[in-house]
């Protein structure tokens, strides 16, 4: 496994990194299996991915509970990285999304802020929290001043809560204004070898004048780019899946017939699919991360295995060159 600080931080987290938001087996992932899900984030431990990532709004808890279990004794050998800024035990807040029965607010005020941090610290069963992250900006009518939200994630690192600040889902602007008022070490963004514009473009450019690590969410963009999905491939009623472009017919099978040109480097790398795309988005800079999801074993060591792989220069640009040319359908 390899390593780079996250920000400024000092702390070393493995390139790939663990997302454990299936594991919470909310409704967008159906059941779940909780011995399996432990068994898998320790197998993460083992095979040296020391980033854990996890949220309350995963399965309303379970998953940071989950997670405590899973690194229980083990503590010193994991970072773990968990949320802010979604409540649903109240209304206070701007509407997100309506789910397992329950309404969604964001709401980054100071009080939610703190208040979601000390439920998290006992969900984990620790006493600090490595990464904190603003999982959704404030946006109106509950719009809470980002000076505000910073002045808590401030006063959580001082009293030794958390260790270091990050911020998800935002634009450049959110980051700029972030920084006005202290130390930013993470940017979480959807980030992949078809989800690229506003990224490059903007935040990319910007964590790397800043020394911000970029931690890419769905670099697999949901399995489409496992090498495992083909036209035959049904995506169920009701799985997420389904919310994502690229899985229409008429998206999905330019992106197969890419996949299947990709079987020279495959060879090459003695690898597979999915480990082309995760070693892209390591490879893309310095500063970027791979966030891989996996409630199984051997997802997890699956996962794994692309830190292994350091892409030719000329390879990475095929690659991007490749899906550049990829005309996505959204009517």
Request: aromatic share 6%; glycine share 8%.
């Amino acid at each position: 496994m390899r390593y780079r600080e996250i920000g400024q931080s000092g702390l070393q987290g493995s390139v790939v990194s663990l997302g454990t938001w299936a594991a919470g087996g909310d409704a967008s992932w159906g059941g779940r299996d909780d011995a399996q899900a432990i068994e898998a984030i320790q197998a993460a431990l083992d095979a040296g991915i020391n980033w854990i990532d996890t949220a309350p709004a995963y399965g309303l808890g379970h998953s940071e509970q989950l997670v405590g279990q899973a690194i229980r004794g083990r503590r010193s050998e994991a970072l773990i990285a968990t949320k802010c800024g979604i409540v649903w035990d109240t209304d206070k807040g701007s509407f997100l999304i309506e789910r397992d029965g329950k309404r969604f607010y964001r709401n980054l005020s100071k009080k939610a802020v703190i208040a979601g941090a000390e439920q998290s610290l006992r969900d984990l069963g620790t006493d600090y929290i490595d990464l904190f992250i603003t999982h959704w900006q404030a946006v109106d009518p509950f719009k809470t001043p980002i000076d505000e939200t910073m002045e808590a994630l401030l006063e959580l690192k001082q009293a030794g809560k958390i260790r270091a600040i990050g911020v998800s889902n935002v634009t450049a602007e959110h980051v700029q204004e972030y920084l006005k008022y202290g130390q930013i070490d993470l940017i979480q963004q959807k980030y992949s070898l078809l989800t690229r514009t506003d990224v490059e473009a903007n935040l990319l450019p910007l964590c790397e004048t800043q020394k911000i690590t970029l931690q890419a969410y769905m670099p697999l963009e949901q399995g489409l780019l496992s090498g495992k999905v083909n036209m035959e491939t049904i995506v169920p009623e009701g799985d997420v899946r389904n919310r994502n472009p690229w899985y229409k017919p008429e998206n999905r099978i330019q992106v197969v017939e890419v996949l299947d040109s990709w079987v020279p480097l495959c060879e090459k790398y003695q690898c597979d699919i999915s480990h082309l795309a995760i070693a892209w988005v390591i490879a893309r800079s310095g500063q970027t991360n791979a966030l891989c999801g996996g409630r199984k074993v051997s997802h997890v060591k699956e996962n794994a295995r692309a830190a292994e792989i350091i892409l030719d220069r000329g390879d990475l640009a095929k690659m991007s060159d490749d899906v550049v040319k990829l005309q996505l359908v959204t009517g």
